[in-house]
């Protein structure tokens, strides 16, 4: 993914503008650069925009960097970024299939950014009544069970399962996509939330089935966490710790947030289950993961 960006240096046409943001996003979600590699890639595509004229890709361009920022936890750039980006769509009056993106974009800032999950909601509901507006399913489905899954980040369980069980039906759904396993997960954490087992190990199991096949440490992590509660709950605590060990074998050697993730959760269930040498000894494991991690920005650092 890299080497293809690094190919796109000669920004002089709106088709290459194009293919470069369309690489930066990919960029963005799938790999482990780091924040500065992305900053720089996507203040390049940004000046050649501009001086293109480019009005929709240079509005892009700053969502993106809007989004770098709330991961960068600067919020106060990533809110001046998505601005710009709203400016320049009002000024050149750009379609309205663009604000989908800002929707989801201020979404995510309120939500992760300020905690202000009502503001999340709000810009949910917009993103909803485009849809609606344009007739656009697919959007008004994406918007509906990012709704779901803001309203679980404040356990606000009922109204989650209502919106994601909208747009996935939990016993005929076909996990052929990313975003629909995302959004399956979301609900099986919902109904763990509310003590709806059954309904949650379905959700789960059906995540993990779609894993076999793809590589995705983000939601590994939260699919196995989950059935790990579930597991959990029913007295098998045996069988909770082993789905965590079995998604920490699998994960990235890397991928160190993930399994910090996990390990975090491990100990939590030996405290429960009285085992609080193994939870040091899990404790100790968090030091030497991080250490790798420093070890990785070393050896990989930018000239």
Known sequence: MKAELDKI?????????QDRLEYVSAFFRLTNAKHDEFEKYIKETIDGAISLKYHEGTAHGYRLLALLNIEMNQPAMALSALQ???????????DDDNYFDLYNAYSIYYLESTANGDMAVDYCKRGIDLAYKKSDN?????FTANMGCIHNSYKRFAEA????????????VVLDDRQTAYHLC?????????????EAKMCFAKVMAYLDDQKDGVLLAAVSIGLARVHSYSQ???????????ALISLDYYDCRNKIGII??????????????YANYKLMEIQTICQKSDDYKKNYALP
């Open 186 to 198: 979301n609900l099986g954490e919902a109904h763990l939330g509310i003590y709806e087992m059954a």
């Open 9 to 17: 240096t000669n920004m002089s046409t709106i088709e290459a503008i």
């Open 138 to 142: 697919e959007r008004l489905m994406e």
């Open 236 to 246: 098998k605590t045996t069988l909770a710790i082993g789905v965590l060990e079995n």
């Open 84 to 94: 710009m980006s709203e400016a320049i769509m009002k000024k050149n009056q750009l």
């Open 264 to 277: 975090f959760e491990q100990v939590e269930l030996y405290v429960e289950y009285g085992d609080y040498h």
């Open 161 to 172: 399962i209502e919106c994601i069980s909208s747009v996935i039906d939990i016993d005929t």
